[in-house]
T-cell receptor, first 116, second 115 residues
Framework: GAGVSQSPSNKVTEKGKDVELRCDPISGHTALYWYRQRLGQGLEFLIYFQGNSAPDKSGLPSDRFSAERTGESVSTLTIQRTQQEDSAVYLC??????????????FGQGTRLTVV | AQKVTQAQTEISVVEKEDVTLDCVYETRDTTYYLFWYKQPPSGELVFLIRRNSFDEQNEISGRYSWNFQKSTSSFNFTITASQVVDSAVYFCALISMDSNYQLIWGAGTKLIIKP
């Protein structure tokens, strides 16, 4: 597609339920990143994929968070047993290759998650 | 350790005023890149500029200009003759080998341009 697409754009869920957030990167971009942005704060790195592999999962805040990517394309971020502190905007970005100093990341519009 | 500090949480100016957004960074690497991104109310982060550590030339793009000073570890962003459409949150970020090539983000500065 023309840009990074994320769905849903907004999600309200009850505490304790599981949610799945989807990211469609730019076609041909091998690297994909997930970030979390709490209200009024900067971006918090969660995980990145190079192809379908996630070499760095250190940013995932707890074992309730998981992510996968298939076909070097779509990625899904899953949050199990959601808690109120999970409320945030979840941003996905993709880049042509592994993010280096010569590449830039293109961001989606994010999924605003509200846990009530 | 790498760190990016944007000390200004929020700035509010009247349209047509000039405004400077500050960014101070820390890194032990001698080779690194600095970025500015704009996040309008729609939420999508928009890339503005990338600057490498070996190029200290200031850059101007229309009403936007960037002042990179290694001596003070700063990469400040100035908007000249601000417009309402410039209202957004602006993020400064750093990437280096020391950061494992992950973008290190500042907390952002919310810029409000009043008509």
């Amino acid at each position: 597609g023309a840009g990074v697409s994320q769905s849903p754009s907004n999600k309200v869920t009850e505490k304790g339920k599981d949610v799945e957030l989807r990211c469609d990167p730019i076609s041909g971009h091998t690297a994909l990143y997930w970030y979390r942005q709490r209200l009024g704060q900067g971006l918090e790195f969660l995980i990145y994929f190079q192809g379908n592999s996630a070499p760095d999962k250190s940013g995932l805040p707890s074992d309730r968070f998981s992510a996968e990517r298939t076909g070097e394309s779509v990625s899904t971020l899953t949050i199990q047993r959601t808690q109120q502190e999970d409320s945030a905007v979840y941003l996905c970005a993709s880049s042509l290759g592994f993010l280096s100093m010569n590449t830039e990341a293109f961001f989606g519009q994010g999924t605003r998650l509200t846990v009530v | 350790a790498q760190k990016v500090t944007q000390a200004q949480t929020e700035i509010s100016v009247v349209e047509k005023e000039d405004v400077t957004l500050d960014c101070v960074y820390e890194t032990r690497d001698t080779t690194y890149y600095l970025f500015w991104y704009k996040q309008p109310p729609s939420g999508e982060l928009v890339f503005l500029i990338r600057r490498n550590s070996f190029d200290e030339q200031n850059e101007i793009s229309g009403r936007y200009s960037w002042n990179f000073q290694k001596s003070t570890s700063s990469f400040n962003f100035t908007i000249t003759a601000s417009q309402v459409v410039d209202s957004a949150v602006y993020f400064c970020a750093l990437i280096s080998m020391d950061s494992n090539y992950q973008l290190i983000w500042g907390a952002g500065t919310k810029l409000i341009i009043k008509p």
